[in-house]
């Protein structure tokens, strides 16, 4: 199994920045992909970036030139580097990790697995 845990959140003026960070752990085998998802208060939740194995990276529009998604291979890591913070990006945010896992078996399982989630809040 992959264990998901994510921190940075916090309460910031608007205009402000924060930085999510994202860390699996595990009996990985590899990760296909890791993602930033938000749910605001009455809301759905919704993707906010991700970034595949490939390094192919995708930005909800409501966040691109704003915010910047990033991955340290080596440690499993991902962040969210959140600038320009605006009050309607106030949110639970939460890491999804796509990944492979070595189990009993011989042949590794598909993993989707989530975080806890953080909270930001943007307010005066």
């Known amino acids: 199994q992959v264990q998901v845990e994510e921190s940075g959140g916090g309460l910031v003026q608007p205009g402000g920045s924060l930085r999510l960070s994202c860390e699996a752990s595990g009996n990985i085998f590899t990760i296909i992909a890791m993602g930033w998802y938000r749910r605001a208060p009455g809301k759905e939740r919704e993707l906010v970036a991700q970034?595949?194995?490939?390094?192919?990276?995708h930005y909800a529009d409501s966040v691109m030139g704003r915010f910047t998604i990033l991955r340290d291979y080596a440690k499993n890591t991902m962040y969210l580097q959140m600038n320009s913070l605006k009050p309607e990006d106030t949110a639970v945010y939460f890491c999804?990790?796509?990944?492979?896992?070595?189990?009993?078996?011989?042949?590794?399982?598909?993993?989707?697995?989530w975080g806890q989630g953080t909270q930001v809040t943007v307010s005066s």
């Open positions: 999804n990790v796509r990944s492979y896992y070595r189990s009993d078996s011989e042949v590794p399982k598909p993993g989707d697995d």
């Open positions: 970034i595949t194995s490939g390094n192919s990276i």
